[in-house]
């Protein structure tokens, strides 16, 4: 199986394959590498196992081989489990003899420093070379119950491997995939496979996704990341799974860490890479969740499901404890989720049914709970129109008395479920909040399907997600092959000087400020008073840091004693630093100063930022961000998301910004990812939002060696 195998290959061989080699199994069961050989036959896998140990003729008990080469017979799938400086030769081994796919546990490569990636890419090459795809290094292995196929030495796997399910895992932290394994057996979630990924020198998330879409066993794919390393791959393989009625569920670390600085502006600040990650799981499809809990409970609230109709979400509560519905309402407030009041009609609705209750945000059945009660209300919430979605809160009675409101759930949404054969009574995500520790009551209702939670910040966090999940975007992101596996400033960039990134801003159509660059004094130009003064430094990024701009110049005299001034701090500030002349603006008064900024990422590709503009941009934070290009309907969900612009709106009696001209901005903007393959960066800060009409007043680009910036955009 080469590099162009099938997925169809590839998913056999990872996770069922008919014979599998352990390279560097030990006689030892106490250690990491005496554990697959016994996991495989505790759990019983079915096919070949080949211990290779060239020291040892025996290992536990079996025959073992000196090389894969010696074996003779057919190997699909070899676990390489020998020190980091003999990994090499265990590959080259593999190669020889015809295996399609090699998972190396090893550690000490790229993780480790400059000499293991240097390794990492020796292996890879040789792996590359010899046909064969490769799987780590420094992955603790694949776990498969349809095949029980147990490869790997995590040690969760000295318990039950559980009953087959639909619910696959992967994960680029090893370590995970027996946590995982384990809470989600307490939870009654039944795995189909689980993929520890490592450090992806060859096969990587995005592709083992691609090999679960095509799975027939699988349903929903949950992710653990720590990065996104092939943001394109990994949107075009939700997509896919999205189109074949399969989700995608992700949480990532990094949403505390601060961003990675990765060129010259605010934009490369604002846009780090959780940022980005951020923006490219919502265009891919991929609801992102803030708690390994929730990862592990919502697969059956999704199921069967698609994306959200309306935002924001309406969630309705039913509960027989005022606190317990509390914490979930507060939950869902703080993220964003509206919780919705019962409308008039469905109050009567109720009263018609003989259920008295109160037009409040939770619906609270405290003191008149009653199986009957809780599960006409529930159905009736299933059915109305003034919510999207309905979480049932259960008290003490989960507990001592689950016939009360435990019972009447199970019984209500058993046969209704997303994804039952009757699937199509219920359209609305029902999730489950059990107040108590009633372990019993949760095994009854992940038996029937439903998605119960044990604390109410997961459950606020799953119905969050759900809202913010969306169809994946209909285009292909790409990365120009020459910022492939580079880093963020990669050599051979060069910052443009202002002039002509407001040049690059004129040639996508984007209006900009009248403005004339001198060389010399006299510093005359033909532009009416007031106006602004900016030194046109070569590579400087935030001139007003280092006092090159000047403001309300109203004469002649004012400008050139304003060119002395920036011209002595500038020599203070930034020594060596030369000025290649005055770039004169006309000074306007706008409505709201935008930042509007576009930016390549080398790992996730391309994505376009908007938020709050000035000098305050970065420290603000006030941002929507999305992978680029987007459209005008997209460009409007981002101005709706900064905080800052809602004034535009005529807001309170004030004053309307031109937001069409906005839209047509971002939307112009955001075409770079298609039109200039050498733009890496650009960003307009601010840009002005008038009343009728907006105008760039200061631009920054970024370019790669092709350096096309300023010229048309590509046919």
Same mark, same amino acid.
Request: glycine share 12%.
């Given at each position: 199986m080469t590099a162009e195998a099938s997925p169809s290959a590839l998913t056999r061989a990872l996770l069922a394959p008919g014979s599998v080699a352990l390279i560097g199994a030990s006689?030892?069961?106490?250690?990491?590498?005496?554990?697959?050989?016994?996991?495989?036959?505790?759990?019983?896998?079915?096919?070949?196992?080949?211990?290779?140990?060239?020291?040892?003729?025996?290992?536990?008990?079996?025959?073992?081989?000196?090389?894969?080469?010696?074996?003779?017979?057919?190997?699909?799938?070899?676990?390489?489990?020998?020190?980091?400086?003999?990994?090499?030769?265990?590959?080259?081994?593999?190669?020889?003899?015809?295996?399609?796919?090699?998972?190396?546990?090893t550690d000490g490569f790229a993780e480790a420093g400059e000499a293991g990636a240097a390794e990492q890419a020796r292996i890879t090459q040789i792996a590359r070379e010899g046909g064969v795809r490769l799987l780590g290094p420094n992955s603790i292995g694949v776990i498969s119950t349809r095949s029980r196929l147990a490869l790997t030495v995590n040690?969760?796997?000295?318990?039950?491997?559980?009953?087959?399910?639909?619910?696959?895992?992967?994960?680029?932290?090893?370590?995970?995939?027996?946590?995982?394994?384990?809470?989600?057996?307490?939870?009654?979630?039944?795995?189909s496979h689980l993929v520890s990924v490592g450090n992806e020198a060859d096969l990587g998330v995005a592709e083992i996704v691609e090999c679960l879409v095509g799975d027939p066993d699988t349903r929903t794919i949950l992710l653990f990341l720590e990065a996104v390393r092939d943001g394109p791959r990994l949107a075009r393989a939700a997509r896919a799974a999205f189109e074949a009625g399969k989700t995608v569920v992700a949480f990532k670390l990094g949403r505390s860490a601060v961003g990675e600085r990765l060129a010259q502006s605010h934009t490369g600040a604002l846009a780090g890479s959780d940022a980005v990650a951020d923006a490219l799981l919502r265009d891919a499809g991929i609801p992102r969740v803030e708690m390994i809990e929730t990862l592990l409970e919502i697969a059956p609230l999704l199921r069967g499901l698609r994306p959200p109709a309306r935002r924001p979400l309406r969630v309705a509560l039913v509960s027989t404890t005022g606190g317990g519905a509390a914490m979930?309402?507060?939950?869902?407030?703080?993220?964003?989720?509206?919780?919705?009041?019962?409308?008039?009609?469905?109050?009567?609705?109720?009263?018609?049914?003989?259920?008295?209750?109160?037009?409040?945000?939770?619906?609270?059945?405290?003191?008149?709970?009653?199986?009957?009660?809780?599960?006409?209300v529930l159905e009736g919430l299933i059915a109305a129109p003034f919510c999207d979605a309905v979480v049932a809160v259960v008290g003490t009675s989960a507990q001592f008395q689950p016939e009360l409101a435990v019972e009447p759930i199970r019984s209500a949404l058993g046969s209704t479920t997303p994804g039952s054969d009757a699937a199509h009574r219920v359209r609305k995500p029902v999730a489950v909040f059990l107040a108590p520790d009633a372990q019993?009551?949760?095994?009854?209702?992940?038996?029937?399907?439903?998605?119960?939670?044990?604390?109410?910040?997961?459950?606020?966090?799953?119905?969050?997600?759900?809202?913010?999940?969306?169809?994946?975007?209909?285009?292909?992101?790409?990365?120009?092959?020459?910022?492939?596996?580079t880093g963020p400033v990669a050599a051979g960039r060069r910052v443009l000087d202002e002039s002509t990134?407001?040049?690059?801003?004129?040639?996508?159509?984007?209006?900009?400020?009248?403005?004339?660059?001198?060389?010399s004094p006299p510093w005359r130009?033909?532009?009416?008073?007031?106006v602004v003064a900016k030194l046109a430094v070569?590579?400087?990024?935030?001139?007003?840091?280092?006092?090159?701009?000047?403001?309300?110049?109203?004469?002649?005299?004012?400008?050139?004693?304003?060119?002395?001034r920036m011209t002595e701090r500038l020599a203070d500030e930034s020594p060596g630093?030369?000025? *290649?002349? #005055?770039? !004169?603006?006309?000074?306007?008064?706008? /409505? $709201? +100063?935008? %930042?509007?900024?576009?930016? @390549?990422?080398? =790992?996730? *590709?391309? #994505?376009? !930022?908007?938020?709050?503009?000035?000098? /305050? $941009? +970065?420290? %603000?934070?006030?941002?929507? @961000?999305?992978? =680029?290009?987007?459209?005008?309907?997209?460009?409007?969900?981002?101005?709706?998301?900064?905080?800052? %612009?809602?004034?535009?709106?005529?807001?309170?009696?004030?004053?309307?910004?031109?937001?069409?001209?906005?839209?047509?901005?971002?939307?112009r903007v955001s075409l770079l990812a298609t039109g200039h393959d050498d733009v890496v960066e650009f960003e307009v800060n601010p840009l002005m939002v008038m009343a009728d009409g907006v105008v760039a007043v200061d631009a920054l680009g970024v370019t790669t060696n092709a350096g096309r910036a300023g010229g048309r955009m590509r046919d």
């Open positions: 006689d030892d069961p106490r250690k990491n590498t005496g554990r697959p050989l016994r996991f495989l036959r505790r759990h019983g896998y079915a096919g070949r196992v080949f211990p290779v140990n060239a020291r040892r003729d025996t290992v536990l008990g079996e025959r073992a081989w000196p090389t894969v080469a010696a074996i003779g017979e057919r190997v699909d799938h070899a676990l390489v489990m020998v020190p980091a400086a003999a990994v090499a030769d265990a590959v080259a081994d593999c190669a020889r003899a015809g295996v399609p796919l090699v998972t190396v546990y040690a969760a796997l000295e318990g039950e491997l559980g009953e087959a399910g639909d619910v696959a895992f992967v994960s680029q932290s090893g370590s995970m995939l027996g946590a995982v394994l384990s809470r989600g057996h307490g939870r009654g979630l039944r795995f979930v309402a507060d939950g869902l407030g703080a993220r964003g989720v509206e919780v919705a009041t019962p409308d008039h009609a469905f109050v009567r609705a109720m009263a018609d049914h003989g259920v008295t209750i109160r037009p409040a945000p939770v619906i609270d059945l405290t003191l008149a709970a009653t199986a009957g009660a809780y599960r006409t019993a009551s949760l095994d009854l209702l992940a038996r029937a399907g439903i998605a119960a939670f044990r604390t109410p910040e997961a459950c606020a966090d799953a119905l969050a997600a759900y809202s913010r999940w969306q169809v994946p975007a209909a285009r292909d992101l790409r990365v120009p092959p020459a910022l492939r596996d990134a407001l040049g690059l801003a004129d040639a996508i159509g984007l209006p900009t400020v009248e403005r004339r660059l001198l060389s130009h033909d532009l009416s008073y007031p070569p590579g400087l990024s935030h001139k007003t840091e280092v006092g090159a701009v000047t403001l309300d110049i109203g004469s002649e005299a004012e400008l050139g004693r304003a060119v002395e630093a030369v000025a *290649g002349g #005055v770039l !004169v603006q006309r000074q306007l008064k706008a /409505l $709201a +100063e935008v %930042l509007l900024g576009y930016r @390549m990422d080398p =790992a996730m *590709g391309p #994505v376009v !930022v908007l938020g709050a503009g000035g000098r /305050l $941009a +970065e420290r %603000l934070g006030d941002l929507s @961000m999305r992978m =680029a290009p987007v459209t005008a309907g997209t460009a409007r969900e981002m101005i709706g998301e900064v905080r800052a %612009l809602s004034a535009l709106t005529g807001y309170r009696g004030m004053e309307r910004g031109d937001l069409d001209a906005l839209v047509d901005a971002i939307v």
